[in-house]
DNA sequence: CAATCCGTAACTAAACTCGTTGCAGTTACG
DNA sequence: CGTAACTGCAACGAGTTTAGTTACGGATTG
């Protein structure tokens, strides 16, 4: 399929519900079921996170994660890059080509140079969006569905709002 | 690893060779060697190649590949087309979210929009890059080896460049 | 007819993703 | 102090993808 791996969308589906349910304990096993699917696989997105100094965790009685920077201030690429293992998006030759053939002895260094900055262009993209920008804009879609009429514009107003999934 | 298969390499690499080696047949066989791979695995993706109807196919004695297009005409945009399936980059999450959450209920759609653009940003980069691009880079790096005197910087000029993979 | 070449199916090994279970370690609280 | 509620992490399995390989049928040339 080769394609990008769901974590990403997961962390940042984590980060966003932690910017905007500050009120509640964000558990594993909370964030699991808004996310669907097991409290492991947060946790292991949540290391990743914490690796990256995105939030802090704790364990215990009462634990869970919090946020460690703002939710402007953590850019998708931060995700990204947290989560996503640090290789090129494009792959190259799987066995290096014939060297002593001039197209073979000289691909993979032009082929590197354009993929570098097609990779570029897309982070860019990631690069310009936050996690905030994100919050904002999954509240005013449930604010237009209707359904949770509560939902507070600003991230740390939201502290109160009740976990319904 | 999550990244894009090395198809995307292989191919560029199977067309700028058609383009700059037009003398020779280019037989899976030939290819092969210079990819330093199986003729199975360049002719699955010359089979990519033409459906796009980027070359056309003979089989037979003295049979082989042949550009359909001017190298100049072909993107890398469209080579990725043709031998990436029709996925998105970025994956969204394995199992919907909890549709009754306001952050789950939501999200999907807010990160599809990022995605898409940062995924058109990519593909915008390789839309600015053709074959003839590659070729003519690739062949400016060879003659700066010293190591193929003969090399043409025109591939219409190149036909009679021998193979030396 | 024989040699050459493509098209495709089938199989393999390796890697990756995602989910799951199990268990050790840490913290709060009665 | 002991229990309950958490995290962290290792291990495993099913499913998918990738890239390579073998094998064989079909087309074309001479």
Redo the contacts between chains.
């Keep these: ?6 974590r ?3 962390a ?2 984590v980060l ?2 932690m910017a ?2 500050r009120g509640e304990a964000a558990t594993s096993e909370r964030i699991a ?5 097991n409290p492991v696989v947060v946790r292991r997105i949540m290391g990743a996170l914490r690796n990256a100094g995105m939030v802090t965790v704790q364990p215990g009685v009462g634990g869970g994660a919090q946020l460690a920077r703002e939710p402007g201030e953590i850019t ?1 690429l931060d995700v990204y890059g947290a989560v ?2 640090g ?25 590197q ?3 570098c ?3 570029r ?6 690069a310009g ?1 936050t996690i905030e920008t ?1 919050g904002r ?3 005013g ?2 604010r237009a ?1 209707g ?2 009429g509560a ?1 507070e514009a600003d991230p740390a107003a939201a502290a109160h ?1 009740v ?3």
């Design positions: 399929m080769s394609t990008i791996s769901s990403v969308a997961v940042v589906h966003a519900y905007w349910k079921a808004s996310v669907n699917t998708l996503e293992d290789d090129d998006l494009f792959s190259l030759h799987p066995q290096p080509p014939a060297r002593d053939c001039s197209i073979g002895g000289n691909i993979q260094a032009v082929l140079g354009v993929f900055q097609a990779e262009a897309m982070r860019e993209v990631l969006v994100v804009e999954v509240m879609r449930a569905a359904c949770c939902d709002e976990y319904s999934g």
